[in-house]
């Protein structure tokens, strides 16, 4: 999908990407089948509110019982999820298929309501913990992930400790966090204050931080001990604690298909593979493991 409709104060895409467009489904398949054919074993479905594609009489569950049809393609992620109108049926199919990755990436921006209406949003907290509870209703083992705005005009220390009590409740895998900025254009620039010291939005924002690391931490910790297949991604860039000891078997990084990201030794030749690695350590980022074996698919 291109561009967005929903105009959230604070962003730019509806002006510079234009309304929302989805592509046609039969190109997403040729494109999608074109690139199994060269090794592709994983895609990610993308667009701004990738919930809301319609294309003809198909919605982007239905999408995903067709991509799920291409032989040879392991896994399918998609990115990114809007918070309204979210049509249950998606989380059905990541039940009913299994190369649909039990991982949803659904930006809440802040807890509070005040805030959530001057970003205009269009849901409250409650609406948007009403899918999140649907999520792990229809799919229990769902992995989530979300997006805060901190220091949003206005922002008072209240609205601000909403945005912590949510990441709380909801349980995230893991939240990006943004400091607000204004963008020349957007509503928000040009209708609301840049109100809120650099130090506080700075201070929130290590703040919101620490209470999600908290979070991912207790729930990465959960990991120890099971084996999980992970697709390899190549070499970690950063260094971890856990260094590798042989030249034949650096580090390796990849993801889970709930998006974990794990950090193991391993032969290079291993990028674009599956393997199976037992977690033996976490922490709030990253899961640590040593493989068990290769599961070419
Ligand atoms: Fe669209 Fe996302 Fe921007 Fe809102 S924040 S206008 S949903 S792209």
Known sequence: ???????????V????????VSRPAEKIITQIRKLVNAGAKQVTLLGQTVNS??????????????VSKIDGL??????TCYPRNFDQRIFRAMVDLPKVCKYLHIPAQSGSDRILRAMNRGY???????????AREIVPDIAIASDFIVGFPGETDDDFQQSAKLIEQAQFKNSYIFKY??????????????????????????????????????I????????????????????????????????????TSGDYIVV???????????????????SALTLFGTITSRRDA
Not at 1 to 11: A, P, R, V
Not at 74 to 79: H, L, R
Not at 183 to 191: F, I, L, N, Q
Request: charged share 30%.
């Open 1 to 11: 999908m291109h561009g967005c409709d929903k105009f959230c104060s604070y962003c």
């Open 13 to 20: 895409v509806p002006y510079v990407r234009g309304p929302e």
């Open 53 to 66: 594609y319609k294309y003809e009489s198909m919605g982007f569950a239905d999408l995903l019982y067709e």
């Open 74 to 79: 392991e896994w399918i992620k998609f990115v």
């Open 124 to 134: 409250t907290c409650e609406q948007y913990m009403e899918i999140i509870s649907q």
């Open 181 to 218: 900025s204004p963008r020349p254009g957007t509503r928000a620039d040009e209708k609301l204050a840049d109100d809120i010291p650099a130090e506080v939005k700075k201070q929130r924002n290590i703040d919101l931080l620490a209470v999600q690391e908290k979070v991912s931490e207790q």
């Open 220 to 255: 990465n910790k959960t990991f120890i001990g099971s084996t999980v297949k992970v697709l390899v991604e190549g070499a970690s860039k950063k260094s971890h604690l856990d260094n590798a000891t042989e030249k034949e078997t650096p580090q390796l990084i990849g993801r």
């Open 264 to 282: 193991f030794d391993g032969p290079a030749n291993l990028a674009g593979q599956f393997v199976d690695v037992n977690i033996t350590k976490a």
